[in-house]
């Protein structure tokens, strides 16, 4: 069992920073990929910013330039640094993670994190 623990959402006003942290723990072999998802009420989930085990990054266009995306492996936690904050970035911030738990086949599962508020007031 894996479980993935998002910290440092919060309220903010447009411009400012926020950083967000989620930390995997259980039983992980190995993380193949870890990254941010985001939902804003009434909209579907979508992709912020992932990062692979061979250190690919993949941002979604909306944050470029302003959020970065990094992961501490030995401590498997995965950071995003949120700059110039927008009110448009106001959603609940889901950390996500796909792990192979042990070696061998059927092996590999997604988690999710319970979620982060983000409000950024204008």
């Known amino acids: 069992q894996v479980q993935l623990v998002e910290s440092g959402g919060g309220l903010v006003q447009a411009g400012g920073s926020l950083r967000l942290s989620c930390v995997a723990s259980?039983?992980?072999?190995?993380?193949?990929?870890m990254g941010w998802y985001r939902q804003a009420p009434g909209k579907q989930r979508e992709l912020v910013a992932d990062i692979r085990s061979g250190g690919r990054i993949n941002y979604a266009d909306f944050v470029k330039a302003r959020f970065t995306i990094s992961i501490d492996n030995a401590k498997n936690t995965v950071y995003l640094q949120m700059n110039s904050l927008k009110p448009e970035d106001t959603a609940v911030y889901y950390c996500y993670a796909d792990i192979t738990v042990r070696p061998g086949i059927g092996s590999r599962f997604q988690y999710w994190g319970q979620g982060t508020q983000v409000t950024v007031s204008s």
């Open positions: 259980g039983s992980i072999f190995s993380i193949n990929t």
